[in-house]
């Protein structure tokens, strides 16, 4: 497809031009020339069903599913209560016993490796749909989650007729039904951490996408039938919490996979104890970014922009708190604010955008209410100049300076644009300031010293620690989080690890 005049990223090739608004009527003013992603390609129907033992079954009660940018509805979906949860179970039920488990590992690959080229095939279309539904810019989506989301498919189907390389001298048998329950910041790339594995050692699935982002579950279950999956090997059900709930109380399912606020997964470890269900969770994060004053600083800048402000800080390992070491502020604080009032707001489905919309309203009021919190307990407020369109949720990138260890801005997660900075003399002070928080997702070190970078890394209580960088991703590499951020691993070999049981040695 042929890529619009302004394409680039922010910062990068585009030119500044003072053009007016572009065709979605986003807003007018000295910005970039429109790029808008084409999406002609895209057919979406205006209802759909639940997606049960391979068949679409209508829901007696549906709901819509609305795009936060231009609050326009653009599909309704069904709302699965507990008659459609249990037959969705059965279904699985059904599908593990007499087709999935027994089948060899090999031609469960086959099947995987034909949905992860599907995928690739169809990526613009799920790039555009997954951008409309969430809000996210359609270069994250184009860029990351997607070619992310094949390949977490093509390298589970790798380990499916390897499991006894990968747990070598065991028997690795799959665990049965598994009830997985995504969010809405990452929904696809979120199906495909959890779905992939499942599948790939034996198991089968029950899915439930987040209320607000069900579309792209719902083409992948379109896929699923496309790839010819035996029916009730995946099945996916849409609704809200409720649905989920259904969904965790359900004696048929074996293991439970949730991503999703630290609050709801402790409700779901209190359903879950004393049943023997299995069960990992990942939930919230704060993590640190720490650049030292021999970091890179241009490199550490950009590093701080992508911690925070990719997928408008909708990200559970998020850096939402910086701590630069002292001699550094000023300078940090200065490129920051210059790169962040470079930034691109607006227009989700522009190429050039680099700050989409809020996913629901209820998340903009959240982010809001802390933002007010941060400024009422003494924290000093900056934010960048970019104009808000008048319809949809957004909010600007936002900074906070002069915080104290016991803000909550510090202290919660936001899940928005909003970072907290604060200062640091020594990296014993760095580390005791970074692992003050009930969270352990998470931690990024900027530094010109492989020494420092190990210090440093081996005490931070974090699952995810990224030194020179921040938010990569790959499929082979584990993916998980300490205290309140949770329990258990997704990607590489752990996360299929949390898919079987494994016996003798
Ligand atoms: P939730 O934890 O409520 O939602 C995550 C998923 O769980 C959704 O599919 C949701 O359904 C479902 N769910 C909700 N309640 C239950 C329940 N009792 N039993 C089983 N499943 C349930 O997150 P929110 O969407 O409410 O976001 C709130 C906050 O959580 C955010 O501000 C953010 O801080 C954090 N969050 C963290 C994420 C992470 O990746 N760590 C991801 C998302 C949110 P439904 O969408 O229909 O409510």
Not at 28 to 54: M, Q, W
Request: proline share 6%; aromatic share 8%.
């Amino acid at each position: 497809m042929p890529e619009g005049p302004g394409e680039g990223t922010a910062g990068s090739s585009a030119k500044r031009t003072t053009k007016k608004a572009n065709s979605h009527d986003f807003v007018e003013g000295d910005c970039y020339a429109p790029a808008p992603e084409n999406t002609d390609h895209v057919s979406l129907k205006r209802s759909y069903d639940l997606f049960i033992g391979g068949k679409w079954v209508r829901a007696p009660k549906k709901f819509e599913t609305i795009n936060p940018a231009t609050e326009e509805v653009i599909a309704e979906v069904g709302e699965a209560g507990p008659k459609m949860v249990n037959r969705a179970v059965g279904a699985a039920r059904d599908a593990y016993e007499k087709t999935w488990s027994k089948m060899p590992g090999r031609e469960r690959g086959k099947y995987l490796y034909r949905l992860a080229r599907l995928i690739q095939e169809r990526s613009r279309e799920f790039a555009v749909v997954e951008t409309m539904d969430g809000g996210k810019p359609i270069r994250e989506s184009r860029d990351i989650d997607l070619p992310l989301v094949a390949a977490h498919f093509f390298y589970y189907a790798g380990w499916a007729d390897k499991l006894e390389y990968a747990f070598p001298g065991r028997k690795a048998r799959p665990l049965g039904v598994a009830g997985q329950i995504i969010p809405w910041n990452f929904p696809l790339l979120m199906a495909a951490w959890k779905l992939a594995p499942a599948l790939a050692a034996g198991n089968t699935v029950v899915l439930k996408p987040a209320e607000t982002t069900p579309l792209t579950a719902l083409l992948l279950a379109e896929l699923i039938e496309e790839a010819d999956f035996p029916p009730g090997v995946v099945n996916v059900i849409t609704g809200a919490g409720r649905t989920g709930q259904n969904l965790v109380q359900h004696e048929g399912i074996d293991k439970v996979a949730f991503t999703g606020s630290t609050a709801v997964g402790k409700l779901i470890q209190k359903t879950l104890a004393g049943t023997g269900k299995r069960f990992t969770l990942e939930l919230g994060g704060k993590a640190a970014n720490i650049i030292f004053d021999d970091a890179p600083i241009n490199q550490a800048v950009e590093g701080i922009v992508n911690g925070i402000f990719f997928n408008q800080g909708h990200v559970c390992c998020a850096g939402s708190r910086l701590f630069v070491q002292e001699g550094l502020v000023d300078t940090v604080l200065r490129k920051l604010k210059r790169r962040m009032e470079s930034l691109v707001l607006g227009d989700p489905l522009d190429k050039n955008t680099d700050i989409g919309a809020i996913n629901s309203p209820e998340q903009l009021t959240r982010i809001q209410g802390l933002v007010d919190s941060g400024r009422e307990q003494g924290a000093k407020c900056w934010q960048s100049s970019q104009k808000i369109p008048g319809k949809g949720n957004w909010f600007k990138p936002t900074i906070f300076t002069d915080c104290a260890q016991s803000h909550r801005i510090v202290q919660e997660e936001v899940f928005g644009p909003v970072l907290a900075v604060q200062s640091f003399r020594t990296p014993e002070e760095a580390l005791e300031k970074a692992n003050n928080t009930p969270y352990g997702l998470s931690g990024g070190v900027w530094t010109d010293k492989g020494s420092k970078i190990f210090k440093i890394t081996s005490q931070l209580r974090a699952g995810v620690l990224w030194a020179n960088t921040f938010n990569k991703f790959d499929p082979s590499s584990p993916f998980g989080g300490y205290k309140e951020s949770g329990m258990g691993r997704e990607g590489g070999l752990h996360g299929l690890g949390a898919y079987v049981q494994l016996s003798g040695r």
